[in-house]
């Protein structure tokens, strides 16, 4: 497993974050909002010493924006890495997250990641971002998506797929794992 700390990223609010489209493997820009929690994120991590830590970024437009103004002037080199890419939500990808809830009668967004036609869901998610911090080693940044961070800091916290609602989450954060136990980060904190 990832031996060393890790600082967790999720992209800043998108376009449709703000008009409740899922995305998934879709993706859309950044809002102005979006791009204050990058500057946010980067005040944070502005005063971590980041010496010998690697940054690892999602494909996805979304992540690859955010990691630009998060970590200007931080971190040298960027790497990208498709394993941190957002759960794949199928047919459903694009489609307006209320409408579906309603039709599916879903107990909440979590639900919509599982009985998406054609998504990946948890289980598959869990494998992947396994496989990821199988590999990883040394301390990293890591900007990536709602789901897949929440899933990656479930995993390093050794809680099981059933605890994913309780993960906490948000636009633009950044977490602090290390030695299985998780701080969300703020400024002047």
């Known amino acids: 497993m990832a031996d060393g700390p890790l600082y967790i990223l999720r992209h800043g609010e998108t376009e449709w974050n703000?008009?409740?489209r899922l995305q998934g493997h879709y993706d859309?820009?950044?809002t102005a909002?979006?791009?204050a929690q990058a500057a946010e994120q980067r005040a944070i991590l502005s005063n971590l010493d980041l010496t010998g830590?690697?940054?690892i970024c999602s494909p996805q437009g979304r992540a690859q924006q955010t990691a630009r103004l998060a970590l200007e002037g931080l971190i040298a080199e960027m790497h990208q890495d498709d394993d941190l890419r957002e759960?794949?939500?199928?047919?459903?990808a694009g489609r307006n997250r209320a409408e579906l809830m309603a039709r599916c009668k879903?107990?909440?967004g979590f639900d919509l990641y599982e009985l998406a036609p054609e998504g990946e869901g948890f289980q598959r998610l869990h494998a992947r971002c396994s496989r990821f911090l199988e590999r990883l080693g040394g301390p990293a940044v890591l900007i990536t998506h709602g789901i897949t961070s929440r899933m990656l800091r479930l995993i390093l916290t050794q809680n099981p797929i059933s605890a994913l609602r309780e993960m906490p989450g948000g636009q633009g954060v950044v977490f602090h794992v290390e030695g299985g136990r998780q701080?969300?980060?703020?400024l002047g904190a």
Do not use: C, E, N, V
Not at 183 to 186: I, M
């Open 28 to 30: 859309s820009p950044l």
């Open 87 to 92: 759960i794949g939500l199928g047919t459903w």
């Open 33 to 35: 909002r979006g791009r």
């Open 106 to 108: 879903a107990q909440d």
């Open 183 to 186: 701080k969300r980060l703020k």
């Open 53 to 55: 830590y690697r940054a």
């Open 18 to 20: 703000a008009a409740g």
